[in-house]
Nanobody
Framework: QVQLVESGGGLVQPGGSLRLSCAVS????????IGWFRQASGKEREGVSC????????YYANSVKGRFTISRDNAKSTVYLQMNSLKPEDTAVYYC??????????????????WGQGTQVTVSS
């Protein structure tokens, strides 16, 4: 049974940092591309970042470039999203997703097959 479980969300002040984790089970994470998405209240789900199955490319939304870093530890079957210099507009539920290959439009949530339940990130003073 494929399962993705996000953790690490919470309340943080503007300018602060959080590290999200996505623990996967039920498949060999080494062979999958993992993506992070977020959905703010009343908005569509948007792609934040993704990392290929190999030690290959990573992708970021323009809004998070230079602030967020995606990484993976295949031995722990976990993918991380380090978020620095957080802004109130980063407030959202963050989801991780898995795909056997990198979708052509990785930022489109419709192209991903497996999803976690999400973790809330709130950036507020």
């Amino acid at each position: 049974q494929v399962q993705l479980v996000e953790s690490g969300g919470g309340l943080v002040q503007p300018g602060g940092s959080l590290r999200l984790s996505c623990a996967v089970s039920g498949f060999t994470v080494d062979y999958y591309t993992i993506g992070w998405f977020r959905q703010a209240s009343g908005k569509e789900r948007e792609g934040v970042s993704c990392i290929s199955s190999s030690a290959g490319p990573t992708y970021y939304a323009n809004s998070v470039k230079g602030r967020f870093t995606i990484s993976r530890d295949n031995a722990k079957s976990t993918v991380y999203l380090q978020m620095n210099s957080l802004k109130p507009e980063d407030t959202a539920v963050y989801y991780c997703a898995a795909s056997r290959v990198i979708p052509l439009r990785w930022y489109d949530s419709r192209n991903w097959r497996y999803w976690g339940q999400g973790t809330q990130v709130t950036v507020s003073s």
